[in-house]
């Protein structure tokens, strides 16, 4: 079993940056970020390959966000920049042992969620 803590959301301000960590009892194959705004489902964000470090984002986060991993820390990092109000969400963080597509259904060990609110 993998249990999963998310930390450092809150509010800013457009333009900004926050950095979201996950503490993991253990990091498996396939680390990912997902998100869901009311009234949406949840997406996924990115996802890192924790063996070679390769790196997946959807295409509205691209060149914006840089998510990275720390095996000896076993931690997950979410660096976000250039915030847009359209960021905001409830931010997860997810784990899968299977190398797979950033889909929700994929993954399955889940965080509690990390807030996150941009403002104008």
């Known amino acids: 079993q993998v249990q999963l803590v998310e930390s450092g959301g809150g509010s800013v301000q457009a333009g900004g940056s926050l950095r979201l960590s996950c503490a993991a009892s253990?990091?498996?194959?396939?680390m990912g970020w997902f998100r869901q705004a009311p009234g949406t489902e949840r997406e996924g964000v990115a996802r890192?390959?924790?063996?070679?470090?390769?790196?997946y984002y959807r295409d509205s986060v691209k060149g914006r966000f840089t998510i990275s991993r720390d095996k000896a820390k076993s931690s997950v990092y979410l660096q976000m920049n250039s915030l847009k109000p359209e960021d905001t969400a409830m931010y997860y963080c997810?784990?899968?042992?299977?190398?797979?597509?950033?889909?929700?259904?994929?993954?399955?060990?889940w965080g509690q969620g990390a807030q996150v609110t941009v403002s104008t």
């Open positions: 890192i390959f924790t063996a070679s470090g390769n790196t």
């Open positions: 253990s990091i498996t194959n396939v």
């Open positions: 997810a784990a899968t042992s299977i190398y797979s597509s950033l889909d929700t259904d994929n993954f399955r060990y």
